[in-house]
Antibody
Framework: EVQLVESGGGLVQPGGSLRLSCATS????????MTWVRQAPGKGLEWVAN????????HSVDSVKGRFTISRDNAKNALFLQMSSLRAEDTAVYYC???????????????????WGQGTMVTVSS | AIQMTQSPSSLSASVGDRVTITCRAS??????LGWYQQRPGKAPKLLIY???SLQSGVPSRFSGSGSGTDFTLTINSLQPEDFATYYC?????????FGQGTKLEVK
C-alpha cells in the first residue's frame, strides 16, 4: 500500500525556519518525481515545488524561490522541504504528493499526482 | 505563470443531476491538464489526467474534455460523495498552477 506521511509542521515566528519531511512506503521512491503542494486556511491549492528522481532537477514557484529548498533522500525513501525566512502568507497545510508520469500513444508525457499525504500544518505567526 | 480560471466558483446541485465545471487557461496548454477532487479536511484526489483520461479506480460518471485553453469536467448522475471542491491543474509548464476551485454543494 502506497503511503505518504508528512511531519515537521508547527508554529513558527515570522523570519523563522522549519523543515518538513514526507516519509514514504509501498512504492519504489527513487522511481518517482515528488511534489509539495500547499493550501492556506480556507483557500485553494498552490503548487510549491517538485524534484526529479535523483534530486538533480528542481522547480519551484516564484514566491518561495530563495527561501524554500526541496530535497530527497532515496536511501531513506523521504522527501523534505526546508523552509526559511517564513512569512505569514506561508501559513498553510503542506501536502507531499507522488508525481506519476503517463505516456500517451504518441509518446507525450503527462504529469499528475496520484498519491498524497494527509498534510502537515505550518503556522507563521508572532 | 499560466493562470487557470475555473467557473463557476460554486455550484448547487442535487443527487442524480449532471454538472459541468469549466477551466480556462490563460494560454494554450495542449491537453496537459488534470482534475482533482478535495473533500473537506482531506487531501486532493486525482480524477482525470491528460484532460480526458480517467484515473484508475475513479467512477466512470466522471469525464473530462477539452484542449488548448478550454476544458470541462462533467459528473453524470451525482452521488452524495461527489459534493466536494474540484480543482484543475495545468502540467504544461512550470510553475504548475491550479484553478481557484469549484465548490459543489447540495441544493
Amino acid at each position: 500500500e502506497v503511503q505518504l506521511v508528512e511531519s515537521g509542521g508547527g508554529l513558527v515566528q515570522p523570519g523563522g525556519s522549519l523543515r518538513l519531511s514526507c516519509a514514504t512506503s509501498g512504492f519504489t521512491f527513487s522511481g518517482y518525481w515528488m511534489t509539495w503542494v500547499r493550501q492556506a486556511p480556507g483557500k485553494g491549492l498552490e503548487w510549491v515545488a517538485n524534484i526529479n528522481r535523483d534530486g538533480s532537477q528542481i522547480h519551484s514557484v516564484d514566491s518561495v524561490k530563495g527561501r524554500f529548498t526541496i530535497s530527497r533522500d532515496n536511501a531513506k525513501n523521504a522527501l523534505f522541504l526546508q523552509m526559511s525566512s517564513l512569512r505569514a502568507e506561508d501559513t498553510a497545510v503542506y501536502y507531499c504528493a507522488r508525481d506519476v508520469t503517463h505516456i500517451d500513444e504518441s509518446g507525450r508525457y503527462f504529469d499528475s499526482y496520484d498519491f498524497w499525504g494527509q498534510g502537515t500544518m505550518v503556522t507563521v505567526s508572532s | 505563470a499560466i493562470q487557470m480560471t475555473q467557473s463557476p466558483s460554486s455550484l448547487s446541485a442535487s443527487v442524480g443531476d449532471r454538472v459541468t465545471i469549466t477551466c480556462r487557461a490563460s494560454q494554450g496548454i495542449r491537453n496537459d491538464l488534470g482534475w482533482y477532487q478535495q473533500r473537506p479536511g482531506k487531501a486532493p484526489k486525482l480524477l482525470i489526467y491528460a484532460a480526458s483520461s480517467l484515473q484508475s479506480g475513479v467512477p466512470s460518471r466522471f469525464s473530462g474534455s477539452g484542449s488548448g485553453t478550454d476544458f470541462t469536467l462533467t459528473i453524470n448522475s451525482l452521488q452524495p460523495e461527489d459534493f466536494a471542491t474540484y480543482y484543475c491543474l495545468q502540467d504544461f509548464n512550470y510553475p504548475r498552477t491550479f484553478g481557484q476551485g469549484t465548490k459543489l454543494e447540495v441544493k
